[in-house]
Nanobody, 121 residues
Framework: QVHLVESEGGLVQAGGSLRLSCLAS????????MGWYRQAPGWSREFVAS????????FYHSAVKGRFTISRDDATNTVYLQMNNLEPEDTAVYLC??????????????WGQGTQVTVTS
C-alpha cells in the first residue's frame, strides 16, 4: 500500500480558496483511484470527491460540486483538491484515500493522516 501525506490545511475566510495536495510514496498512484474525504467534529467521515485511474472520471458530493475540483498528477504521485468559495460548513479534517478502484474508496486502501481546514464566517 502507498503512504499518503496531505499538505497543511489552513484557516480561511468564507468565500476564500485553498488547495490541498496529497503526496503518495511507496508506489505509483497511476493504478489507483484516489479520493478526498472529510470529518467534522461530531460527524462521521463523508465523501468529498474522487477521481478514477487515469483521471477520466470524477465524482463530487453535492455539497461541493461546482466549488471543489479534484485532479491528479501521476508523474509526481500527487492528488489535489482545489476548494473555492469556501463556506463555514466546509470546516473539517480532510483526508486522502487511495484504493484499487472507485468502488473501494472510503473503506479500503491507504489513508493519509488528515489535515485541518477551518473556514470562518
Amino acid at each position: 500500500q502507498v503512504h499518503l501525506v496531505e499538505s497543511e490545511g489552513g484557516l480561511v475566510q468564507a468565500g476564500g480558496s485553498l488547495r490541498l495536495s496529497c503526496l503518495a510514496s511507496g508506489g505509483p498512484i497511476s493504478g489507483l483511484a484516489m479520493g478526498w474525504y472529510r470529518q467534522a467534529p461530531g460527524w462521521s467521515r463523508e465523501f468529498v470527491a474522487s477521481i478514477s485511474r487515469g483521471g477520466t472520471d470524477t465524482f463530487y458530493h453535492s455539497a461541493v460540486k461546482g466549488r471543489f475540483t479534484i485532479s491528479r498528477d501521476d508523474a509526481t504521485n500527487t492528488v489535489y483538491l482545489q476548494m473555492n468559495n469556501l463556506e463555514p460548513e466546509d470546516t473539517a479534517v480532510y483526508l486522502c484515500n487511495a484504493a484499487r478502484s472507485t468502488h473501494e474508496l472510503g473503506f479500503r486502501g491507504s489513508w493519509g493522516q488528515g489535515t485541518q481546514v477551518t473556514v470562518t464566517s
